[in-house]
C-alpha cells in the first residue's frame, strides 16, 4: 500500500513562514492530482492546493492564493507547500493526498498521509 509521510509543520508566529514536505513511495506518487488539505479543530477537512494534469496545472483555495506555493519534485516523489504571511487562522492538521482523480474533491484521493501539526500564533 503506497505511503505518504508529511513533515515541516511547527508552531510560528502570524506573518511567519514554513515548508511542508510530503515524500511519497512509488506506488502513492502520481494520478491526475496531488494535494495539500488541511482541517481545523472543529471543522471540516478543506482543500489547500492541488497540482494536477502532469503538473500543468496548480488550483489554490481563495483563503491562501498569493500565500502558499505548491511545487513537486518528479525526481524524488516530493510534494511542497511553501506558506508565506501565515494567518492564526491557518492553523490546523495539514495533509498531503495524491492520486486523486478530481483536483478538488478530496473523496476521490486515494493515498493520504498522517498529517503534520500547523500552528500560527497572533
Known amino acids: 500500500q503506497g505511503q505518504l509521510v508529511e513533515s515541516g509543520g511547527g508552531s510560528v508566529q502570524a506573518g511567519g513562514t514554513l515548508r511542508l514536505t510530503c515524500a511519497a513511495s512509488?506506488?502513492?506518487?502520481?494520478?491526475?492530482?496531488m494535494g495539500w488539505f488541511r482541517r481545523a479543530p472543529g471543522k471540516e477537512r478543506e482543500r489547500v492546493a492541488s497540482?494536477?494534469?502532469?503538473?500543468?496545472?496548480?488550483n489554490y483555495a481563495d483563503s491562501v492564493k498569493g500565500r502558499f506555493t505548491l511545487s513537486q519534485d518528479n525526481v524524488r516523489r516530493m510534494l511542497y507547500l511553501q506558506m508565506s504571511a501565515l494567518i492564526p487562522e491557518d492553523s490546523a492538521m495539514y495533509y498531503c493526498?495524491?492520486?486523486?482523480?478530481?483536483?478538488?474533491?478530496?473523496?476521490?484521493?486515494?493515498?493520504w498521509g498522517q498529517g503534520t501539526q500547523v500552528t500560527v500564533s497572533s
Open positions: 493526498a495524491t492520486n486523486c482523480v478530481s483536483p478538488i474533491d478530496e473523496h476521490t484521493c486515494g493515498n
Open positions: 512509488p506506488d502513492s506518487y502520481g494520478g491526475y492530482s
Open positions: 497540482i494536477y494534469d502532469r503538473g500543468r496545472y496548480t
